[in-house]
């Protein structure tokens, strides 16, 4: 219900508005809040029309270069959950086959394989990894040819668990 109201308010646009504004979004632990807040509305089918109509795909992939400026963990943090939320928001929103060609072709499948295949790029992160995963999945469903033969024997065709595996840092113990 709290989400009906937000869009009823018009708080994807003014989310997308603040975001644009490096002086009221200057910080990836207000990225974070903005971002918390976009994922928990794009449950709402209403919510894709409105993303949409505010260029938000483009800043959702904007959110998923998302860096720490510091060594600070607490920031690294807060960069490794915004890039989490925008690759599940951009899951989620690909419901849409409009969102899931709109991501394609500002390309979207590039950065989210990045996240992928480069555990720096997602500060070594498993939760922006299965993240990122499902959004390469939910896009190649609503467009099957956006990703790269080897790309997708990979991180497509495989058990989610298995292209999880394939790519996360976990260490195998030969036990």
């Known amino acids: 219900m709290a989400c009906e109201i937000l869009l009823q308010l ?19 632990y207000s990225k974070d809040q903005v971002v918390t ?20 795909i483009e800043q959702l992939l904007v959110l998923l270069n998302e860096k720490p400026s510091s060594s600070s963990p607490s920031e690294g943090a807060a960069c490794e959950r915004v890039q989490q939320k925008a690759a599940v928001t951009l899951a989620r929103l690909s419901r849409d086959p409009l969102v899931a060609q709109t991501a394609i072709q ?61 790519c996360s840092n976990m260490e195998e113990s030969f036990v």
């Open 37 to 56: 807040i976009l994922a928990n509305l794009s449950v709402l089918e209403q919510c894709t029309a409105d993303v949409l109509e505010e260029k938000g």
């Open 106 to 166: 500002l390309r979207a499948v590039p950065r989210l394989i990045e996240l992928c295949r480069s555990p720096a790029e997602r500060n070594n992160s498993d939760s922006v990894l299965v993240a990122c995963l499902a959004a390469l999945r939910r896009l190649e469903a609503e467009c099957p040819d956006s990703i790269g033969p080897a790309d997708h024997q990979q991180l497509i065709k495989p058990r989610l668990v298995d292209s999880f595996l394939l």
């Open 10 to 28: 018009n708080a994807v646009h003014i989310l997308l508005q603040a975001c644009r504004d490096r002086q009221r979004v200057d910080t990836p």
